[in-house]
């Protein structure tokens, strides 16, 4: 090895080994152990011996209907995500960005505020709103003149996901909005200018210039739709409390910790939790390429 | 300047070999349970501070979590070996479990000094009779009746003697817009732990009936749990327990009964304290429920009880004898009259279990009531001590769908049942 070559191969150890160890460290060695966990028997809380029980793992969740009824939730939080905060978000910047209503920074500061709010701080305003005799009931109570009306919406399996996918969007769409509101500023005004001058109306300017122009961020959007969705526990967890609520709002990742830190009941919880996480990010991975592909059909994010 | 430099390499020599020969303190890995704002964490703070003042070789190296995130910190510390060598743990199927699995459970019975711990108070929790852990109390009583004397009279009536009695006290309570028995029905374990574990119990006559159901020497679809189930139908349908009672959590239903807008509450013995309303609290009553329809004579005005919880020190605590030692000399600390003292003026506990232990004289009416309560009720079961995992939860959630109209008893005993056959 010339003498060039060996100074250049250090250098560039010199520059990867690191960036390269903390990465194989932090994420790679994770994700092999909780594939590994997935397809054996090992209790890590309790040790000792361990034996390879193949798919067993996956099969049991496959049979399991708290599983079917996770990923419907988790599939109605995507829903409410990508069809709902994304297409708020992007109408409200719209709004700002054209100047459609006064004192538009106001506005902008209150949709965005909830993000400067901790998740377990939004979580248990919504739960007490929602409480027995709470605002939201008084409020019914008010409306319908029967002094015994509750909102029991997040007592039922088939409604709890209205009051939850309500907060979803409360909470998320302020920040979707200032990720489409960043984008539109830097489109070039002559652009929107000599649309006006073709005689171009402002639905017209919105559907044929503005959002072929932001295509690429709305994908990009649509991605960490996707993903925060999948893994979303906190906000959820928050609102509901231990017992039939939670167990009506469960999705993948409650689900998940449910089996895997509660249920001592099921000797095998850790590699049963490590494989409900598993099939979250399979599943995670497989919408994102969904939206990628949709993307590539429709020409997002194409140069125009 | 020489000679500020050597005078400078001298100091420097010195404070080397001062802290080369100073001995190295010993850390005893906690875990405690409370947090910044309430007595048991305060409290904690303070043991902790004083017990390190007179113990400078003694290093209490806790961290101090409360409620769910204690429970789940245990776990995941516990899974990534990072085993405390002290830590706040029962011992059931609740509390106990996460260091039964990990094989962490270490028994005190052989360090702890008989004559300064009353032996009869604490009870086995191993099967050789072991001592899992130092209860802070005799037990965790959690079917308590808490009633607002002044408000039951007001409507014209007295301390009821039956659930009938309550009934009756129904259509009074609707008329002034207050609720009977308020309970966190949003809690699902409220519903097991705080009710359920009382009438299951009174129905059956055998105060050990829901340990004997998790053996499978009875079956949760037998009639007696099918009945005690359908007494919450019952409670709805009298009026006694509101099905929006489905909607209120642990903070709103101590609110409801502080604030006047119930005249009785369901929840444990440690909620006591918490009465912030000092004229609801100097006019409360707690007892035992009353007597239930179709109770059996032989567990009639019993209590559910649990081990109380307290602090232990783990196997891997205990395997280095200094260490070892060290958590001892702070249990004796945390232990103390003067702790458990306050501990029974906070209401954390119900009784000690120290020998020759004087009880003060001016205690709060509550606190005392508490301790004839712990005297005089016979103790049963508490469900989720032995029930735990998916038909616990089962069982949670389905008798809050029973109150909420949801779904029927029957239903919801078969569940459990195929569950902890399953």
């Known amino acids: ?304 | 300047m020489k000679k500020a430099t050597v005078l400078l390499l001298g100091l420097l020599l010195l404070l080397t070999a001062v802290l080369a020969t100073a001995a190295p303190k010993v850390v005893v890995k906690t875990m405690g349970y409370g947090d910044n704002s309430n007595p048991e964490g305060v409290n904690w703070l303070r043991i902790v501070a004083a017990f390190e003042k007179a113990n400078p070789d003694i290093d209490i190296d806790f961290e101090l979590l409360y409620d769910e995130a204690y429970h789940q910190k245990v776990v995941a510390r516990l899974a990534a070996g990072d085993v405390p060598h002290l830590a706040y743990m029962g011992a059931d199927a609740r509390w106990g479990a996460p260091w039964k699995e990990a094989g962490q459970q270490f028994d005190h019975k052989p360090y702890m000094d008989p004559k300064y711990y009353d032996f009869k108070l604490i009870p086995e929790m191993g099967p050789k009779g072991e001592i899992w852990e130092i209860p802070l109390g005799t037990s965790n009583i959690c079917t308590v009746l808490y009633m607002n004397e002044k408000l039951v009279k007001s409507l014209g009536f007295a301390a009821p003697k039956t659930y009938q009695d309550i009934a009756a006290m129904a259509p009074a309570a609707k008329a002034k817009g207050l609720d009977v028995v308020s309970i966190d029905g949003a809690d699902g374990w409220a519903w097991g732990s705080c009710l359920m574990s009382m009438v299951i119990a009174r129905l059956s006559g055998d105060a050990h009936w829901v340990s004997k159901a998790v053996e499978g020497k009875y079956k949760f679809s037998d009639k007696v749990f099918v009945d005690s189930l359908a007494f919450i139908e019952r409670m709805v349908k009298d009026g006694t327990i509101a099905s929006k009672s489905v909607l209120v959590d642990y903070g709103a239903n101590l609110s409801n009964f502080s604030n006047e807008k119930a005249l009785f509450m369901v929840q444990g013995h440690w909620i006591a304290g918490s009465i912030e309303n000092p004229e609801v609290a100097n006019n409360t009553l707690m007892m035992a429920w009353p007597k239930l329809p179709g109770e059996k004579s032989a567990t009639a005005g019993s209590v559910a009880a649990a081990i109380s919880i307290g602090y232990g020190i783990t196997k891997a605590g205990a395997a280095d004898p200094k260490v070892r030692d060290a958590a001892l000399k702070f249990l004796q600390y945390f232990y103390s009259h003067a702790e458990t003292t306050q501990r029974l003026r906070d209401g954390a506990i119900i009784a000690p279990v120290l020998k020759n232990f004087k009880v003060p004289d001016d205690l709060p009416r509550l606190v005392k009531q508490k301790v004839g309560l712990a005297q005089s009720a016979m103790n049963t079961d508490v469900i989720d001590a032995f029930l735990s995992g998916a038909p616990n939860d089962a069982l949670n959630a389905g008798m809050q769908k029973i109150a909420a109209g949801q779904a029927t008893a029957r239903k919801v005993a078969e569940e459990v049942e195929a569950l902890r056959r399953k």
């Open chain 1, 1 to 304: 090895m010339k003498k060039r070559d060996y100074q250049a191969l250090v250098a560039y150890l010199g520059l990867v080994v690191p960036g390269l160890t903390v990465y194989l460290v932090i994420v790679a060695y994770p994700i092999l152990y909780s594939m590994w966990l997935s397809l054996t028997d090992f209790n890590p809380n309790r040790g000792g011996s361990w034996s390879l029980v193949g798919l067993l793992q996956y099969r049991t969740m496959i049979q399991d209907p708290a599983f079917w009824h996770a990923l419907k939730n988790n599939l109605t939080v995507v829903a409410v995500s990508v069809f709902g905060q994304i297409p708020i978000g992007f109408a409200l910047a719209y709004i700002l960005f054209r100047k459609l209503v006064r004192a538009g920074r106001f506005y902008q500061s209150m949709v965005f505020l909830p993000h400067f709010l901790s998740t377990i701080v939004i979580g248990t305003m919504w739960k007490r709103l929602f409480q027995a005799d709470g605002p939201v009931a008084r409020l019914l109570q008010i409306l319908s003149g029967d002094p015994t009306s509750q909102f029991d919406l997040m007592l039922r399996a088939e409604t709890v996901m209205y009051p939850i996918g309500f907060a979803l969007i409360w909470m998320y769409t302020g920040l979707y909005m200032i990720v489409f509101l960043a984008n539109m500023q830097k489109i070039d005004a002559s652009m929107i200018e000599a649309a006006k001058i073709d005689g171009a109306s402002e639905p017209q300017i919105f559907f044929r210039l503005i959002v072929p122009l932001l295509s690429g961020t709305i994908l990009v959007a649509t991605t960490l739709a996707i993903a925060g969705s999948l893994r979303g526990f906190d906000l959820i967890f928050a609102m509901t409390t231990q017992g039939l609520t939670r167990m009506n709002a469960e999705v993948l990742p409650i689900f998940m910790y449910r089996t895997a830190f509660q249920d001592y009941s099921n000797p095998m919880r850790f590699a049963y939790g490590s494989a409900i996480s598993n099939i979250i990010v399979v599943i995670s991975v497989a919408l994102i390429l969904l939206s990628n592909y949709i993307g590539r059909r429709l020409h997002a994010g194409e140069e125009h």
